[in-house]
């Protein structure tokens, strides 16, 4: 059963990383680079840029961003947990590589428990499942697995790549429902939506926010989003329930990483920088509207305990579903 977590994500104090520590820490002292593991266009992608303008400003050195995207956001994460703990780097990663990977036949080839340090949460992430509507008739979820059964393995789904939350969501949506597609991965979120407007893929599951604009311009369609109440965001669309989805949920969360070793006060710094950031009210609005709401709160103690339940949780979740590719 994929489930929502049971955490609390309303802001909460932030102990121990209050605005002092800043100025405390010489760190840093040159540019600061994010690796962003999923290509352009992506939630982590626009996650991120949304972000780093004002981590600029707080940490006084310029933020780089830098894609690596490949194997669902493994590569990307792997190369950043390769990398000297000198605080030069972060990866903004995700539950896919970090949780869900681990769960699928190919090894994983780092450890997030033992290989990287969790430093901050960002956002949380919602999923929704929508539809082409390129040669594709489906209006609702019902009709949409009736088309499924009366075709199996004639339909494609895509994701950002193998283990990827849009793939463990769409996958599991299949023997949800007792129906057969084709899983196509590719690179990045940007490449997943122009097959799914072009007809290439029939249906993904990914972000409503991104999903919207799509969905109101008549080149996808979103069947239903897999949360408890309906997104302010797509108020028409109703739940995986009401469509009548049941025991399904999906969703995800982006975080940012370091490699092992780094020093506390970089930790520390980086992760008070990220709380200020997402309490700017401009940041935490732009958040809201997107459907991602921020993960305030976190000491970096915290979000490594959060990160260990995640991946005690989906491991054996993810293993459970038999999913092959």
Same mark, same amino acid.
């Given at each position: 059963?994929?489930?929502?977590?049971?955490?609390?994500?309303?802001?909460?104090?932030?102990?121990?990383?209050?605005?002092? &520590?800043? $100025?405390?820490?010489?760190?840093? +002292?040159?540019?600061?680079?994010?690796? %962003? @593991?999923?290509?352009? #266009? !992506?939630?982590?992608?626009?996650?991120?840029?949304?972000?780093?303008?004002?981590?600029?400003?707080?940490?006084?050195?310029?933020?780089?961003?830098?894609?690596?995207?490949?194997?669902?956001?493994?590569?990307?994460?792997?190369?950043?947990?390769?990398?000297?703990?000198?605080?030069?780097?972060?990866?903004?990663?995700?539950?896919?590589?970090?949780?869900?990977?681990?769960?699928?036949?190919?090894?994983?080839?780092?450890?997030?428990?033992?290989?990287?340090?969790?430093?901050?949460?960002?956002?949380?992430?919602?999923?929704?499942?929508?539809?082409?509507?390129?040669?594709?008739?489906?209006?609702?979820?019902?009709?949409?697995?009736?088309?499924?059964?009366?075709?199996?393995?004639?339909?494609?789904?895509?994701?950002?790549?193998?283990?990827?939350?849009?793939?463990? &969501?769409? $996958?599991?949506?299949?023997?949800? +429902?007792?129906?057969?597609?084709?899983? %196509? @991965?590719?690179?990045? #979120? !940007?490449?997943?939506?122009?097959?799914?407007?072009?007809?290439?893929?029939?249906?993904?599951?990914?972000?409503?926010?991104?999903?919207?604009?799509?969905?109101?311009?008549?080149?996808?369609?979103?069947?239903?989003?897999?949360?408890?109440?309906?997104?302010?965001?797509?108020?028409?669309?109703?739940?995986?329930?009401?469509?009548?989805?049941?025991?399904?949920?999906?969703?995800?969360?982006?975080?940012?990483?370091?490699?092992?070793?780094?020093?506390?006060?970089?930790?520390?710094?980086?992760?008070?920088?990220?709380?200020?950031?997402?309490?700017?009210?401009?940041?935490?609005?732009?958040?809201?509207?997107?459907?991602?709401?921020?993960?305030?709160?976190?000491?970096?103690?915290?979000?490594?305990?959060?990160?260990?339940?995640?991946?005690?949780?989906?491991?054996?979740?993810?293993?459970?579903?038999?999913?092959?590719?």
């Amino acid at each position: 059963m994929i489930r929502l977590p049971r955490r609390s994500l309303l802001a909460t104090p932030f102990a121990g990383l209050a605005a002092p &520590a800043l $100025a405390q820490s010489p760190w840093p +002292t040159r540019p600061v680079r994010i690796v %962003v @593991p999923f290509g352009t #266009g !992506g939630g982590t992608d626009v996650t991120t840029r949304l972000l780093a303008p004002k981590l600029a400003e707080i940490l006084g050195q310029p933020v780089v961003i830098e894609n690596r995207p490949g194997a669902g956001g493994v590569v990307g994460t792997d190369y950043v947990a390769k990398l000297p703990p000198n605080g030069e780097a972060f990866v903004l990663s995700t539950l896919s590589p970090i949780a869900l990977a681990r769960g699928l036949p190919a090894p994983v080839p780092f450890d997030a428990r033992r290989d990287l340090v969790a430093v901050a949460p960002t956002v949380f992430v919602p999923i929704a499942l929508a539809v082409t509507t390129r040669n594709f008739a489906p209006r609702t979820a019902a009709e949409f697995v009736a088309a499924m059964k009366a075709a199996p393995n004639r339909y494609q789904y895509g994701s950002s790549g193998i283990g990827t939350s849009g793939h463990i &969501a769409a $996958a599991s949506f299949c023997i949800r +429902t007792g129906t057969e597609a084709v899983h %196509v @991965p590719y690179r990045g #979120g !940007g490449q997943v939506f122009a097959a799914l407007t072009s007809g290439e893929i029939q249906f993904c599951c990914d972000i409503p926010s991104l999903l919207k604009g799509m969905h109101e311009g008549g080149q996808a369609r979103v069947l239903f989003v897999a949360t408890e109440q309906r997104s302010s965001l797509l108020p028409e669309v109703p739940t995986a329930v009401e469509a009548g989805i049941t025991g399904y949920k999906a969703y995800s969360w982006y975080g940012f990483f370091a490699p092992a070793g780094t020093p506390q006060p970089i930790v520390d710094r980086m992760a008070a920088a990220t709380e200020q950031a997402l309490s700017d009210p401009t940041i935490a609005g732009r958040f809201e509207e997107m459907g991602t709401p921020a993960m305030r709160g976190y000491t970096p103690a915290r979000f490594a305990q959060y990160v260990r339940d995640e991946i005690a949780f989906w491991e054996p979740e993810v293993r459970g579903l038999g999913i092959r590719e």
